[in-house]
């Protein structure tokens, strides 16, 4: 199984008491381990999210090239999921 990272915590605004330079401190993020389904259904959430396509079509257009990773952020976003869809 392949593992997730999901962030909950943002770093400190520039104008925070923390300022530019501060570090964080936490450390309760979680981690989760994903079967290949719940990858491709992650993949299939976040590219609906994000670029209104299916996972499905996602993949199948990523592999034609008929995507690029320069178009627009979000397809770099998506992109970085693939791999925990198998």
């Known amino acids: 199984m392949l593992a997730y990272n ?3 915590d943002k770093a400190p605004a520039a104008d925070s008491p923390s300022g530019l330079f ?3 401190t936490r450390t309760d993020n979680e981690i989760r381990e ?3 389904e719940q990858g491709q259904q992650l993949l299939d959430d976040k590219a ?3 670029l ?9 257009r990523w592999d034609a090239g008929e ?3 320069d178009d627009e952020p979000d ?3 998506v992109a970085m999921l693939l791999p ?3």
Not at 52 to 60: A, C, L
């Open 6 to 8: 999901g962030f909950k």
């Open 22 to 24: 501060a570090m964080a």
């Open 34 to 36: 994903l079967t290949p």
């Open 48 to 50: 609906r999210q994000y």
């Open 52 to 60: 209104g396509i299916s996972g499905e079509e996602f993949r199948t």
């Open 67 to 69: 995507i690029d990773a």
């Open 75 to 77: 397809v770099m976003r």
């Open 84 to 86: 925990l869809a198998g």
